[in-house]
């Protein structure tokens, strides 16, 4: 609910113009890149719709762009998350035929594993870094979704009690 309401949606309009400035900024960057090497000025254009997508994303739930074009690590997670959803796409002969789903023939359960691990990971120091400023007290002044989860202790009365560091890079993912 902390992310749906109206109010926290008109907020994050000046978040949202970042990310599309950004964007547009590295667009026009690549493609005088490419007109200076002689090329025609193209660009991936959907490379660069995920990065903002993904960025508004991150901006909303961890105050902070997930992906950078010039970072490693943004080109990590941009690699894995695109091979996950390749994987999670691709037709699976294990799943019409049951019982060779053990085998994995295609392998496409044991990349699917390795690369969301990938992405696990990265979010994972995300998520440290986070717990690292609230314990040296280094807490900044607005509440994203990773802080509420953080927050968040259940009356158990449901079964639910404080959410795992797991199961919070699992809802942000």
């Known amino acids: 609910m902390e992310l749906q309401n109206n109010k926290r949606i008109n907020e994050s309009a000046s ?5 599309i400035d950004n964007m547009i900024i ?3 960057e690549d493609s005088a890149a490419s007109r200076a090497q002689g090329g025609t000025g193209e660009v991936q254009l959907v490379r660069f719709l995920f990065i903002m997508a993904f960025n508004v994303v991150g901006n909303l739930m961890l105050s902070r762009d997930i992906l950078d074009r010039q970072s490693d690590e943004g080109q990590l997670f941009f690699d894995a998350m695109n091979k996950v959803m390749e994987w999670a796409g691709k037709p699976n002969v294990a799943d019409f035929l049951p019982f060779l789903k053990w085998l994995d023939p295609m ?20 998520v440290k870094e986070r717990v690292e400023e609230k314990q040296s007290g280094r807490e900044k002044m607005g509440k994203d ?3 509420v989860l953080m927050e968040y202790e259940g009356d158990e009365k449901e079964g639910l009690g404080k959410i795992s560091e797991r199961n919070v890079i699992i809802i942000i993912l």
């Open 145 to 147: 979704l990773l802080d």
């Open 107 to 126: 392998r496409i359960k044991r990349n699917m594993v390795r690369d969301m691990g990938e992405c696990m990971k990265i979010i994972s120091g995300v």
């Open 26 to 28: 590295w667009i026009e």
């Open 15 to 19: 978040l949202r113009q970042k990310c």
